[in-house]
C-alpha cells in the first residue's frame, strides 16, 4: 500500500446507502474516492447477492475506486464463522476482497479474536486489505493486525479533544483513518488540516449527525474532495 504524502490524506467513504444518487455522486467525482465501504445488511453480506449493489460495484470500480465489505463483529462476539462467511460472500458475490470489520474490540482481550479474522482474511485473499474499526486508538497490537485502523469515529467536537498516542508517530499514516460526523462545512479545510498533525492518512467528513450520519453522502462532498484532491 502507498503511503500518502505528509500533509495529504485519501478519502474512505463509509457508503452506508443504498445504490442510486449518491452512488453516482462518489462515483462521478473528478478524482475518485480511494475507499468505499459497502454495507448490505448492517451486519455483512446477507443471504444472498444484491444485482443493484453489484452494477453499483462494478460501475465503482470502472472508475478506479476500490470497494471494501463491511462485516460487524460485535467487539468479538460475533463467531467469527459468521464473519467469515461474509468474506465469502463479498468475493463470490460482488468480486470484493478488501474487508472493514466494525464494532473492532480496543483491548488485549480481542486481539486473538481479530489475528485469526486477518489471517482468513489474508489467506483467502492474498493482498486484500483490512480495516479495523474499534473507533478509538486501541492497543498498539492492533497495528499488528490491521492494514488501516479507524483510530477515531465520532463528533467533530469530539474530534478536537481527540489526543494522539505516543507511538503513532512509529507507523505510516496509511495506517490511521478518521471518519467524523457533524462536522459544519465552515470548518471543513481546517479539520483537514488539523488530521495533518495526527498523523491520519484517510478521512471522511459530513455534516451528517444522528443515529446513523452515514445515510447520505456529505452534502459537501465535491469540496471535501476538492480538499483532498489539491493536496495530493
Avoid at 67 to 82: F, H, I
Avoid at 119 to 137: Q, W
Avoid at 147 to 163: C, K, Q, S
Avoid at 167 to 182: E, L, M, Q, R
Wanted: aromatic residues 14%; negative net charge.
Amino acid at each position: 500500500m502507498t503511503e500518502p504524502g505528509p500533509s495529504c490524506q485519501q478519502s474512505l467513504i463509509p457508503a452506508y446507502f443504498y445504490p442510486g444518487a449518491n452512488w453516482v455522486r462518489a462515483i462521478d467525482s473528478k478524482q475518485p474516492p480511494r475507499f468505499m465501504i459497502i454495507d448490505i445488511t448492517s451486519s455483512g453480506a446477507g443471504s444472498s447477492p444484491d444485482p443493484n449493489y453489484q452494477a453499483a460495484v462494478k460501475r465503482a470500480r470502472a472508475a478506479g475506486i476500490t470497494l471494501v465489505g463491511y462485516s460487524a463483529t460485535d467487539y468479538a462476539r460475533r463467531p467469527p464463522t459468521a464473519v467469515e462467511t461474509d468474506v465469502r460472500h463479498y468475493k463470490s458475490w460482488y468480486g470484493v476482497t478488501d474487508i472493514f470489520l466494525d464494532g473492532v474490540s480496543s483491548n488485549d482481550s480481542g486481539l486473538a479474536y481479530y489475528r485469526r479474522l486477518s489471517d482468513y482474511i489474508h489467506d483467502a485473499n492474498p493482498g486484500s486489505v483490512v480495516i479495523l474499526n474499534p473507533g478509538t486508538y486501541p492497543s498498539e497490537q492492533y497495528m499488528s493486525i490491521g492494514d488501516i485502523v479507524l483510530t477515531f469515529e465520532g463528533t467533530y467536537a469530539a474530534y478536537l479533544r481527540t489526543d494522539v498516542p505516543g507511538w503513532v508517530d512509529d507507523y505510516p499514516a496509511a495506517k490511521f483513518a478518521y471518519i467524523i460526523y457533524g462536522a459544519p462545512e465552515s470548518r471543513l479545510a481546517s479539520t483537514f488540516s488539523t488530521a495533518q498533525t495526527k498523523h491520519v492518512g484517510y478521512m471522511y467528513v459530513t455534516p451528517n449527525n444522528g443515529a446513523n450520519p452515514y445515510r447520505s453522502l456529505a452534502s459537501y462532498w465535491e469540496r471535501e474532495n476538492a480538499i483532498i484532491a489539491a493536496c495530493a
